[in-house]
């Protein structure tokens, strides 16, 4: 969100997540048996959609990536990571609904998934829906309290929501963080603004342009 970097940095975070490479591993108790290799070989399979699937989004082909999270899933239907990537993917083009379905799954999977709740709190947020986007990234914070970009974009929803203090809190928080996020001073300016403060916004913008002078 990042005012989302006038919005654009919620979907940049999601990109950024996509690329983190992360490789399924099979875990396989040897004693011994036999068929240790048939037991091994559709996980990896499921690893090659996987990987095929990350590398399709890297390009910006979402419908390829789609395809190829897909067979992962049929695959391996217990594995998080391939729901959770499949759901960025469906995010990308649009499809907040699908999207929210997979970020469901990989959350019912693993409850513990912080990204997947800061995933489809973005997708809330582009369908409208403030409220369960702030519960999502109550939760992100929740499990990762260090979380800089949950702060920043819960603040940015509540400004959606008229609720400029509790945005400049978050955005205090997100600075204390990273005093280097730009974009966070960006939106406390604005909801200084909006509040009235525009001493205390000139302040923020200023301070803004000096850790990103290109965005003036």
Same mark, same amino acid.
């Given at each position: 969100?990042?005012?989302? =970097?006038?919005?654009?940095?919620?979907?940049?975070?999601?990109? !950024?997540?996509? +690329?983190?490479?992360? *490789?399924? *591993?099979? +875990?396989?108790?040897?004693?011994?048996?036999?068929?240790?290799?048939? +037991?091994?070989?559709?996980?990896?399979?499921?690893?090659?959609?996987?990987?095929?699937?990350?590398?399709?989004?890297?390009?910006?082909?979402?419908?390829?990536?789609?395809?190829? #999270?897909?067979?992962?899933?049929?695959?391996?239907?217990? @594995?998080?990571?391939?729901? &959770? =990537?499949?759901?960025?993917?469906?995010?990308?083009?649009?499809?907040?609904?699908?999207?929210? $379905?997979?970020?469901?799954?990989?959350?019912?999977?693993?409850?513990?998934?912080?990204?997947? #709740?800061?995933?489809?709190?973005?997708?809330? #947020?582009?369908?409208?829906?403030?409220?369960?986007?702030?519960?999502?990234?109550?939760? /992100?914070?929740?499990?990762?309290?260090? =979380?800089?970009? /949950?702060?920043?974009? !819960?603040?940015?929803?509540?400004?959606?929501?008229?609720? &400029?203090?509790?945005? %400049? $809190?978050?955005? @205090?928080?997100? %600075?204390?963080?990273?005093?280097? =996020?730009?974009?966070? &001073?960006?939106?406390?300016? &604005?909801?200084?603004?909006?509040?009235?403060? #525009?001493?205390?916004?000139?302040?923020?913008?200023?301070?803004?342009?000096?850790?990103?002078?290109?965005?003036?």
């Amino acid at each position: 969100m990042q005012r989302m =970097n006038g919005e654009k940095r919620l979907r940049g975070d999601v990109v !950024r997540t996509l +690329v983190l490479r992360i *490789v399924l *591993v099979g +875990v396989v108790l040897f004693c011994g048996c036999a068929g240790t290799t048939e +037991v091994m070989q559709p996980r990896e399979d499921a690893a090659v959609y996987n990987e095929r699937g990350l590398a399709d989004c890297n390009k910006g082909q979402y419908d390829d990536a789609i395809s190829s #999270y897909t067979k992962a899933i049929e695959i391996d239907p217990g @594995n998080p990571i391939i729901y &959770y =990537n499949r759901g960025c993917a469906y995010h990308e083009k649009g499809y907040y609904d699908e999207a929210i $379905s997979d970020f469901n799954k990989a959350l019912e999977i693993n409850p513990g998934n912080g990204a997947a #709740y800061s995933s489809r709190a973005y997708a809330y #947020y582009e369908k409208g829906h403030y409220d369960e986007a702030i519960s999502d990234f109550n939760e /992100a914070i929740e499990i990762n309290p260090g =979380n800089g970009a /949950a702060y920043s974009d !819960r603040a940015y929803t509540y400004c959606k929501k008229g609720l &400029y203090d509790e945005a %400049i $809190s978050d955005f @205090n928080k997100a %600075i204390e963080i990273n005093p280097g =996020n730009g974009a966070a &001073y960006s939106g406390r300016a &604005y909801a200084y603004c909006k509040k009235g403060l #525009y001493d205390e916004a000139i302040s923020d913008f200023n301070k803004a342009l000096e850790i990103s002078p290109g965005n003036g």
